[in-house]
């Protein structure tokens, strides 16, 4: 039931678009596998094989030190509402972390410039395999929309509560990688 691509072609972007929800998947040879859960506000297809989302400040940042080391990553989206379908995208990825040109730049290309208080970096795949499968199993739920919670947080440390929270909680993984991110 996959069926397999070289790339993101048009109806699956157009898939990409209508999900509220898409999981990112990391891990090194020796590391724990870390999956997360992100809202698509922040997900853009960039082209025909790169995707790139904007990261807010957590509690960790496995995604970071794992794509240091290893730089794999997978994502996938699956319809909760409509047809079902469940969509990989297979690649390496790159950190470009807050502060630098490569964010800026980025930020300024894809997100008209604009980034929330708490955004650490931007996380770009670059997909070498793009995958379906049928989602049948997945079941319907509704979206009832995003929580505020970790946007509350943010302005609550302010710009340089940030900065000092990074550095003590996102300089290493769970399992004692060094994240990359700048102090």
Not at 2 to 31: C, H, K, M, V
Not at 89 to 109: M, V
Not at 124 to 148: I, K, M, N, W
Not at 175 to 180: A, E, K, R
Request: with cysteine.
């Amino acid at each position: 039931m996959a069926t397999q691509y070289d790339r993101i072609e048009p109806p699956l972007a157009r898939f990409i678009a209508r999900q509220n929800i898409f999981f990112t998947a990391t891990a090194t040879g020796d590391s724990r596998i870390n999956l997360s859960p992100r809202s698509t506000d922040a997900l853009r297809v960039l082209d025909d094989n790169r995707v790139c989302y904007l990261d807010l400040t957590g509690s960790g940042s496995e995604t970071s030190a794992h794509l240091l080391a290893d730089g794999r990553m997978t994502i996938m989206l699956c319809s909760f509402q409509g047809p079902p379908m469940i969509l990989r995208l297979y690649g390496r990825a790159r950190s470009l972390f807050h502060g630098t040109p490569e964010y800026a730049e980025r930020l300024a290309a894809s997100y008209d410039g604009e980034a929330p208080l708490g955004a650490r970096q931007i996380v770009e795949l670059t997909a070498d395999l793009v995958q379906t499968s049928c989602g049948y199993a997945v079941p319907l739920f509704s979206h009832e929309g995003e929580r505020d919670v970790l946007t509350r947080w943010a302005m609550g440390k302010g710009a340089e509560g940030l900065v000092a929270y990074r550095a003590e909680k996102n300089a290493v993984s769970l399992d004692g990688l060094p994240t990359g991110m700048p102090a």
